[in-house]
């Protein structure tokens, strides 16, 4: 496996989240310009786009204001050899709520659609569901490198080394074989290899990016599947997320996921997001699509 050791993930995310200003250009939208992150299938990574668009929808924004939520629609494949367009429509400003329709596009077309909401910090009411207990601490669990130290793939290679996340499973991964138990769960730990800039948008924008990477794993744990399935076709349809509580991602954060259901070709999985204080900093749920050879 070749490795090329001046490579940065850190860096690397944040150049990713850097979009261009698309040199001041403006239709009825706000106009930004970012790249992908190279990829084995040359296809773009659903979070990385994720994470882009919310960095869009927040640059037309007052500073005060932060993402509490967001849906979005992933519409076709991106091409990471082609650069990403991304329009900010201004759907309202109220006093206290901003909402922003953001639409990724690859040659003039939408690869994704998403709208997102923007809220002045607030108090109120305030409770949350406990984290798990008897989880291991994440330095005492292998990291994804340790684990595909031995499969010479561009795949492995780019999940053990160019991900901008320190992804430690703490199940049995089903990276490349099936889990030892057919359980609809899953749980990790992650954060980024290095400390990132302050800014809630940024850490939040990250966290949306690090989000897509397994939570459709407990569909395939569920069955007995693994991402080498032969002839498995895979691939997220939706994504929402809400942000409960402030988050750094470059501290380690739990990622606990379920499969409530599966069923026409699709699966949904639903994830908590624990800081290691144990608050619950956000949620998500996807719905992918899952075909498997019969």
């Known amino acids: 496996m070749s490795i090329d050791e001046s490579f940065d993930p850190t860096a690397s995310l944040l150049e990713l989240l850097n ?40 640059r037309t924004v007052p500073e005060d204001r932060i993402m509490h939520s967001m849906h979005g629609y992933f519409l076709r494949p991106g091409d990471t050899e082609v650069p990403i367009t991304f329009g900010v ?27 997102a909401s923007f809220q002045v910090p607030d108090s109120g009411v305030d409770h949350q569901e406990e984290m798990p207990a008897g989880i291991p601490d994440p330095e005492d669990l292998p990291t994804t490198a340790e684990l595909l130290k031995d499969f010479d793939h561009p795949v492995a290679e780019a999940w053990s080394h160019r991900r901008p996340m320190d992804i430690r499973h703490v ?28 800014g809630e948008n940024l850490h939040r924008a990250a966290l949306a990016y690090a989000s897509d990477y397994t939570l459709l794993e407990p569909v395939l744990r569920g069955h007995g599947l ?12 939706d994504h929402a997320m809400w942000w409960h509580r402030p988050v750094r991602v470059d501290d380690w954060l739990l990622y606990v996921q379920e499969s409530p259901s599966a069923s026409a070709a699709r699966g949904l999985s639903t994830g908590r ?14 719905e992918g699509m899952v075909r498997v050879p019969q």
């Open 171 to 198: 199940m049995d991964p089903v990276y490349v074989r099936a889990g030892r138990e057919k359980t609809p769960h899953n749980a990790v730990w992650m954060k980024t290899f290095k400390p990132m800039p302050d």
């Open 226 to 237: 693994a991402w080498t399935t032969p002839g498995m076709s895979i691939a997220s349809l």
């Open 89 to 115: 429509e201004r759907l309202r400003d109220g006093r206290s709520f901003s909402a922003r329709r953001s639409h990724a596009y690859q040659n003039g077309k939408p690869i994704l659609s998403m709208i």
């Open 273 to 286: 997001i624990f800081n290691r204080s144990g608050e619950l900093v956000a949620t998500v749920a996807q």
């Open 19 to 58: 979009l261009s200003w698309a040199g001041g250009a403006k239709t009825d939208e706000d106009i930004f310009v970012g790249g992908s992150q190279a990829e084995p299938r040359k296809r773009v990574f659903g979070g990385q786009v994720l994470g882009q668009s919310l960095v869009a929808a927040a």
